[in-house]
């Protein structure tokens, strides 16, 4: 059973514009959730995090918003980059101490020069 | 180095053999996790540690597969006999510890059974 779904395997964007990544998890247990970037043959390198109490969270180019009730998270980057070009991973964790990241299967962006 | 090393870094290894995979935390994180990445599939957590015991083993997927840390710092993950469906990339992080303390990556080790 996938607690955490992105939907859209691949995702293609004209530099400048904005990149909108999806992310919709089942766990009402789920408090802490966050981004992760994927280089090939690289580790994933952490973006940004929002926990449930707040609704935004805003660094930089990357902003992530939560809809609690929706269960649903996203990641805008604005204005996108050719090295924006990765696999996003979405990742969700619960309340307790050091709990294990639950994590989508990712999305690849792709931005276009 | 300041980072999450992980060594070999890619592994090839005949179905049948056992294989050691060894992760350095960051210096001074006492939380320490195990992921793998099959092909086109998430990250599915393995194991974690907090020091040297295993609070949580649940995503180790079979008997073959253990996991070691000692002095609170390298961690290595075994093996055994291996099989094909083994193949992934093998993926650490750490991270201080506490609710809300990021996980930090390594580049991985990409094991593959023949």
């Known amino acids: 059973d996938q607690q955490v779904k992105q939907n859209s395997p691949s995702l293609s964007v004209q530099e400048g514009r904005i990149s909108i990544l999806n992310c919709d998890y089942t766990?009402?247990?789920?408090?802490?959730f966050l981004w992760y970037k994927k280089y090939p043959a690289e580790g994933p390198t952490f973006l940004i995090s929002?926990?449930?109490?707040?609704d935004k969270n805003e660094d930089g180019r990357f902003t992530v918003f939560l809809n609690k009730s929706a269960k649903h998270l996203s990641l805008h980057i604005v204005p996108s980059q050719p090295g924006d070009s990765a696999v996003y991973f979405c990742?969700?964790?619960?309340?307790?101490?050091?709990?294990?990241?639950?994590f989508g299967t990712g999305t690849r962006l792709t931005i276009i020069p | 180095g300041a980072g999450v090393s992980q060594s070999p870094s890619n592994k090839v290894t005949e179905k049948g053999k056992d294989v050691e995979l060894r992760c350095d935390p960051i210096?001074?994180?006492?939380?320490l996790y195990w992921y793998r990445q099959s092909l086109g599939q998430g990250l599915e957590f393995l194991i974690y540690?907090?020091?040297?015991?295993?609070?949580?083993k649940s995503g180790l997927p079979s008997d073959r597969f253990s996991a070691e840390r000692t002095g609170g710092s390298v961690s290595t993950l075994t093996i055994q006999r291996t099989q094909q469906e083994d193949s992934a990339v093998y993926l650490c992080?750490?991270?201080?510890?506490?609710?809300?303390?990021?996980?930090?990556f390594g580049p991985g080790t990409r094991l593959l059974v023949l």
């Open positions: 992080a750490s991270s201080f510890g506490g609710s809300k303390e990021t996980q930090y």
């Open positions: 210096s001074g994180h006492t939380a």
């Open positions: 540690f907090q020091g040297n015991s295993a609070p949580d």
């Open positions: 766990n009402s247990m789920f408090d802490y």
């Open positions: 929002i926990s449930s109490i707040k």
């Open positions: 990742a969700a964790k619960g309340r307790g101490l050091n709990e294990k990241l639950t």
